[in-house]
């Protein structure tokens, strides 16, 4: 079982950026694949990005492409989320999850999930 403590998030003003990390301890040694989910009050949690062992595959959700970047430092177990041009419908509980390989948006995929850490956009 892999443990999953995020940190990083707050309250920041419309078009800015803040950086989400994910630190990993526990049963690490086997290859696995990151992502971000998010949920907002009153809606079910939505996935936001992926990234693979390797950092060779990732996957956004369209509403964030090209404003996050997902990326991972395996020596340091731990996955960051850049967040650039954040919008006030960004604003959710974050929460970051480790799965096989395979895992990508859907969230059935993923074993393991932090308690999550609450990004505030104002407007």
């Known amino acids: 079982q892999v443990q999953l403590v995020e940190s990083g998030g707050g309250l920041v003003q419309a078009g800015g950026s803040l950086r989400l990390s994910c630190a990993a301890s526990?049963?690490?040694?086997?290859?696995?694949?990151m992502g971000w989910f998010r949920q907002a009050p009153g809606k079910e949690r939505e996935f936001v990005a992926v990234?693979?062992?390797?950092?060779?595959?990732?996957n956004y959700a369209d509403s964030v492409k090209g404003r996050f970047t997902i990326s991972r430092d395996n020596a340091k177990k731990t996955v960051y989320l850049q967040m650039n041009n954040l919008k006030p419908e960004d604003t959710a509980v974050y929460y970051c999850?480790?799965?096989?390989?395979?895992?990508?948006?859907?969230?059935?995929?993923?074993?393991?999930w932090g308690q999550g850490t609450q990004v505030t956009v104002s407007s």
């Open positions: 990234i693979s062992w390797g950092g060779g595959r990732t």
């Open positions: 526990g049963r690490t040694s086997s290859s696995y694949a």
């Open positions: 999850a480790a799965g096989p390989p395979y895992s990508d948006y859907d969230p059935t995929d993923f074993r393991s």
